[in-house]
């Protein structure tokens, strides 16, 4: 059975930082793009970042470019996000996803999905 677990969500005020990680079990960690996403109320689920499996190739949702980073430790199955800078607008249920040797890394693609985790920036 997949599962993936995000953790280090919480309260920060704007300009603070937070990491946040994600455990995956249940799949050939390394087979799989794999990605960050966030749905603020009210608004669509968007992407944050993501990597690609076959060339470990990232991409940053316009957004976040220069503030966020995301890296993968496929020997610990882990997914991180690492957040500077933050902003109130960055406050959203953060979800971490994953989907099975796919060269895009949209929402749509991704087939497994995480519970989220809450980021909330205070101004």
């Known amino acids: 059975q997949v599962q993936l677990v995000e953790s280090g969500g919480g309260v920060v005020q704007a300009g603070g930082s937070l990491r946040l990680s994600c455990a995956a079990s249940?799949?050939?960690?390394?087979?799989?793009?794999v990605g960050w996403f966030r749905q603020a109320p009210g608004k669509e689920r968007e992407v944050v970042g993501s990597?690609?499996?076959?060339?470990?190739?990232?991409y940053y949702g316009d957004s976040v470019k220069g503030r966020f980073t995301i890296s993968r430790d496929n020997a610990k199955n882990t997914l991180y996000l690492q957040m500077n800078s933050l902003k109130p607008e960055d406050t959203a249920v953060y979800y971490c996803?994953?989907?099975?040797?796919?060269?895009?890394?949209?929402?749509?693609?991704?087939?497994?999905w995480g519970k989220g985790t809450l980021v909330t920036v205070s101004s």
């Open positions: 990597i690609r499996w076959s060339d470990r190739r990232t």
């Open positions: 996803a994953a989907g099975f040797r796919v060269t895009s890394t949209g929402v749509g693609d991704m087939r497994y």
């Open positions: 249940g799949l050939s960690f390394s087979l799989y793009s």
